[in-house]
T-cell receptor, first 111, second 114 residues
Framework: QKEVEQNSGPLSVPEGAIASLNCTYS??????FFWYRQYSGKSPELIMF????GDKEDGRFTAQLNKASQYVSLLIRDSQPSDSATYLC???????????FGGGTRVLVKP | DADVTQTPRNRITKTGKRIMLECSQT?????MYWYRQDPGLGLQLIYY???????NKGEISDGYSVSRQAQAKFSLSLESAIPNQTALYFC?????????????FGPGTRLTVL
């Protein structure tokens, strides 16, 4: 069974600091990777996707992908209290076009 | 107006009852999905449909059934609800013709089975 692993947290960061979240996956053939943010009781919202090795930046968010090591990470720069949420990593299977989600990392940004 | 809607948003039912959760979308996407989420856990795929005539089981389909009535509508049924089906249920859609096939989620249905 294909797996996506995340540290459940909580990851506590002071306001203005960088939050670093990691995700590892087992399906070596996976090509597309997604980060979603989910506030408590709400639906997941897409932050960004990445499919090439290296970094992809979007505002205060940077996704990093290393297919050889099978991990994808998310950096949140200048963290704000509104960034306090659970961040879900999702990996698209090489075959079948389905997403497998990690359990999520809870982030707490303290003023 | 929301692109992906789910009804009802909250539902309390009793063990053994049949219940249907509905999902509608105005995004024009061809693919639709049903997930459940238990407290503190990620999303588990129940069923998915890549077009009106295509229905596929996900990782936890036992006890559930689905119907894709039209491209825009995908419903999930619990034939005989049991307490461990208490969870938050999300519908999602994606467009196979657009880039990475990103999934977009509805607001969720909170289901409680007593």
């Amino acid at each position: 069974q294909k797996e996506v692993e995340q540290n459940s947290g909580p990851l506590s960061v002071p306001e203005g600091a960088i939050a670093s979240l990691n995700c590892t996956y087992s399906d070596r053939g996976s090509q597309s990777f997604f980060w979603y943010r989910q506030y408590s009781g709400k639906s997941p919202e897409l932050i960004m996707f990445i499919y090439s090795n290296g970094d992809k930046e979007d505002g205060r968010f940077t996704a990093q992908l290393n297919k050889a090591s099978q991990y994808v990470s998310l950096l949140i720069r200048d963290s704000q209290p509104s960034d306090s949420a659970t961040y879900l990593c999702a990996v698209k299977e090489a075959a079948g076009n389905k997403l497998t989600f990690g359990g999520g990392t809870r982030v707490l940004v303290k003023p | 107006d929301a692109d992906v809607t789910q009804t009802p948003r909250n539902r309390i039912t009793k063990t053994g009852k049949r219940i249907m959760l509905e999902c509608s979308q105005t995004k024009g996407h061809d693919r639709m999905y049903w997930y459940r989420q238990d407290p503190g856990l990620g999303l588990q795929l129940i069923y998915y449909s890549f077009d009106v005539k295509d229905i596929n089981k996900g990782e936890i389909s036992d006890g559930y059934s689905v119907s894709r009535q039209a491209q825009a509508k995908f419903s999930l049924s619990l034939e005989s609800a049991i307490p461990n089906q208490t969870a938050l249920y999300f519908c999602a859609t994606s467009d196979s013709g657009l880039g990475p096939d990103t999934q977009y989620f509805g607001p969720g249905t909170r289901l409680t089975v007593l």
